[in-house]
C-alpha cells in the first residue's frame, strides 16, 4: 500500500465549490488509476471519479457529472477533484483511491492504496 496525501475539503453552502487534492507519498511506482470514493452516513463507499494514468480518461458516477472535474498534474504527481454547484447529498468522507496493481475495476477491492479521508459536509 501507498501513503496518500490529501488535503482539501470542509464546509460549505449548497451551490459553493471545493478543490480536494490527492499525492502519492514516497514512491515513483507507477499508478494505473487514482480518484476519489465516499461514504456518506449510513451508506456504502462508491465511486465518484477516477482517472486514468495513460491516456487520462475519466470516469464519473451519474450524480456528480457536470458538477465535478477530476485532472492531474503529472509533473506535481497530483490529483485533484474540482467540486462545483455542491448539494447537501455531496455530503459524505471522501477518500482518495490508487491502483498500482493493474485491476482494471473500479470496485473498493480494486484499489490497493487509500487516503485517510476528507469530511465534505455541504449544509446551509
Known amino acids: 500500500q501507498v501513503q496518500l496525501v490529501e488535503s482539501g475539503g470542509g464546509l460549505v453552502q449548497p451551490g459553493g465549490s471545493l478543490r480536494l487534492s490527492c499525492a502519492p507519498s514516497?514512491?515513483?511506482?507507477?499508478?494505473?488509476?487514482i480518484g476519489w470514493f465516499r461514504q456518506a452516513p449510513g451508506k456504502g463507499r462508491e465511486p465518484v471519479s477516477l482517472?486514468?494514468?495513460?491516456?487520462?480518461?475519466?470516469f464519473y458516477t451519474d450524480s456528480v457529472k457536470g458538477r465535478f472535474t477530476i485532472s492531474k498534474d503529472s509533473a506535481k504527481n497530483t490529483v485533484y477533484l474540482q467540486m462545483d454547484n455542491l448539494k447537501p447529498e455531496d455530503t459524505a468522507v471522501y477518500y482518495c483511491?490508487?491502483?498500482?496493481?493493474?485491476?482494471?475495476?473500479?470496485?473498493?477491492?480494486?484499489?490497493?492504496?487509500w487516503g485517510q479521508g476528507l469530511q465534505v459536509t455541504v449544509t446551509s
Open positions: 483511491v490508487a491502483d498500482f496493481l493493474g485491476t482494471g475495476g473500479i470496485g473498493e477491492a480494486d484499489f490497493d492504496s
Open positions: 514516497g514512491t515513483t511506482a507507477h499508478y494505473y488509476f
Open positions: 482517472i486514468s494514468s495513460g491516456d487520462g480518461n475519466t
